[in-house]
Every structure is written in structure tokens, then in C-alpha cells.
């Protein structure tokens, strides 16, 4: 089978480079040098010439608070774009997996996001990509759209990495106590995707949430990573939001429900705790 992998130099991207090593299948990594997804004419031109039976879609504009000044950007990656995708893939008869966000939902709730829950985006960056999931379901192509909320690896930029850098140099901290979520270890999720794939579970189309297991704020993650990473001289203070003004609104509550997912693929999700285990083991390498 020829899976074809966009915005392969990411988080995500790279995590599913390693959970791929070894795969009986091909797997084609492109990020925007070899395929910008904003051009329909280069994303319908490649699935038709490699002959793609599944696009894992890993290419977006994740800057939140930039996204809130960058629209047409966002709204062309996270939006537009994916549109093209699925228009392709329906086209070639390929089936398309996708990565949506927690932040399509407005953090009203007190138990966990369910699938059927009723998105309402507080930000620019989850309106785009509620956006993109909207034309995947408007283009009748065969679909997994899989949300996911807090990713963070040992690749690129995200919260593990910069607390475990800024908790090794500075005497204090203070993190936000009243946004909280589930951390999701990219590998866990590339994981899970080369299992749907491997496992030839292509066919459950739908929507589905995957995030590691628990519920924390960002400041319990904070003090998990830097207690992790030996980093026990600084002082992290819990403070709110207001506090810590950003661009975007983000969710207070956005912990979803994996129910759906485990059961359907057959998939045991590890504690967030865990997880990040994992990923600081890494780091220190
Ligand atoms: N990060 C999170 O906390 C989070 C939370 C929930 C959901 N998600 C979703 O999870 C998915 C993976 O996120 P991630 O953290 O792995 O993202 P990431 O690290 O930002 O990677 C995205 C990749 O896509 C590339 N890209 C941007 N525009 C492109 C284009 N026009 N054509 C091709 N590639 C392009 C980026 O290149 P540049 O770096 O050069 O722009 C980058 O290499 C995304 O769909 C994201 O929305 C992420």
C-alpha cells in the first residue's frame, strides 16, 4: 500500500517516521518543500502518480495566537487545503486520514468531549480546522478525522519542551491552573495510526478523539515535567488565565472521550503520566 505523509517535518510527522520503521508498506513523507497541500493541482497530481490508497494528513497551521492575526493563512492551511485533500482522495479512491483539535470545542463542558458533542470554537485556529473537518464530510471521500488535544514530542516547539528548558534556568515559573485537558505524546497517537493502518482498520471511517489517558491542568503537567527532568530547584506557581493574557481564548475544559476509539481499533491508551515518561527518557538522550 502507498501512504503518502504531509507536513512530515512536524511534531507528529516525525513521530510517525519512527512508528512506520519497518513497515511492509510504503510510506511517502512530504512536508511543504515537497508538497504544499494549498495547491490542489500538486496534492491531486502526486496521490494520482504514486498511486496513494491513504493520505495521513500531519500538515497545519498550528500557531494559535498567530492565527488570530494570520486568518486567510490559517484558514488556507487548516481549511482550504484540507479541502483539496479530501477532494483528491475521493477522486482516487484513496481514504484520508485527518488530525482535528480540542479547541473545536468552547470548554463549557464538565465531563469528557464525546464525538457527537456540538463544536463551538473560541479561537480562529479551531474555527479553520472545524472548518477542514466540514469539507472532508462535504467531499464524500473515505475518512478517519482523529482530534487530539495538548501533542507535544521531542520534536519541534510545544509546552514539554519549553518547560523543561525554562525550568532547568529559572528560579520560578507560573502556569496557567484553570485550563485543563489531557496531554497527547505524539507517538502514542503515530502509534495508533500505523496500527489503524497496519491492522487494516481503514475501513471504520468516522471521527474519532484520541488523547493519552487522565486529566491535568497545564500546571500539573509543568510540575510532572520538570519533576521528571531533575529540575527540582524551580518554584512552579499555580495562577489563572487572566493572569496570563494570550491572543487566542483558549478552552477551560477540554478533555475528551476515548471510548470511542479504544473500543473501535482495539487500542489500550496509556496514562498521560506515563507517557511523558517516555518522552522525557527521550529528551535526556
Ligand atoms: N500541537 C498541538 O498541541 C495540537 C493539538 C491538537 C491538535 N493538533 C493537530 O495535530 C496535527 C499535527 O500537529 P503538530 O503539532 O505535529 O504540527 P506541527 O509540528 O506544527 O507540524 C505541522 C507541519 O506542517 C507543515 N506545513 C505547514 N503548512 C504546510 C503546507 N501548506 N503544506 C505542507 N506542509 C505544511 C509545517 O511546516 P512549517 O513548520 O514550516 O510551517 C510543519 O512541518 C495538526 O493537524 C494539528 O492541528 C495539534
Known amino acids: 500500500m502507498n501512504i503518502l505523509i504531509t507536513g512530515a517535518n512536524g511534531q507528529l510527522g516525525s513521530a510517525l517516521r519512527e512508528a512506520s520503521n519497518g513497515s511492509i508498506h510504503h510510506y511517502i513523507f512530504t512536508d511543504v518543500e515537497e508538497l504544499d497541500i494549498t495547491s490542489a493541482v500538486a496534492v491531486d497530481e502526486i496521490i494520482k502518480r504514486e ?10 497551521y498550528t500557531a494559535v495566537d498567530r492565527a488570530e492575526e494570520e486568518v486567510d493563512t490559517a484558514d488556507k492551511i487548516n481549511h482550504l487545503a484540507v479541502a483539496n485533500l479530501a477532494k483528491s482522495c475521493a477522486k482516487h479512491n484513496a481514504t484520508l486520514i485527518h488530525i482535528s483539535t480540542d479547541y473545536i470545542f468552547d470548554g463549557e463542558a464538565t465531563s469528557p468531549y464525546t464525538e457527537d458533542s456540538a463544536p463551538a470554537p473560541l479561537n480562529i485556529y479551531g474555527r479553520t480546522k472545524l472548518a477542514g473537518e466540514c469539507a472532508i464530510a462535504e467531499s464524500g471521500c473515505r475518512h478517519i478525522v482523529i482530534r487530539t488535544s495538548w501533542l507535544y ?18 528560579s520560578s515559573l507560573r502556569v496557567v491552573c484553570d485550563q485543563v485537558g489531557t496531554p497527547t505524546y505524539a507517538g502514542d497517537l503515530a502509534e495508533a495510526i ?3 493502518i497496519e491492522s487494516n482498520q481503514l475501513s471504520k471511517c468516522g471521527t474519532y478523539n484520541f488523547s493519552n ?6 500546571y500539573d503537567f509543568a510540575v510532572e515535567i520538570a519533576r ?3 529540575n527540582t ?8 488565565s487572566e493572569e496570563y493574557p494570550t ?6 475544559y477540554s478533555v475528551l472521550s476515548k471510548e470511542k476509539f479504544s473500543q473501535s481499533f482495539s487500542i489500550e491508551i496509556a496514562k498521560w503520566q506515563e507517557s511523558l515518561k517516555k518522552c522525557i527518557e527521550r529528551l535526556k538522550e
Open 51 to 60: 498511486e496513494i490508497e491513504v493520505v495521513v494528513n500531519c500538515a497545519a
Open 153 to 170: 514530542s521531542q520534536f519541534g516547539h510545544n509546552f514539554c519542551k519549553t518547560m523543561r528548558r525554562l525550568s532547568a534556568t529559572e
Open 194 to 196: 500505523v496500527h489503524i
Open 213 to 218: 489517558e487522565g486529566v491535568c491542568s497545564w
Open 228 to 230: 521528571l527532568s531533575g
Open 233 to 240: 530547584a524551580c518554584a512552579i506557581t499555580p495562577c489563572r
Open 247 to 252: 491572543k487566542a481564548i483558549r478552552p477551560r
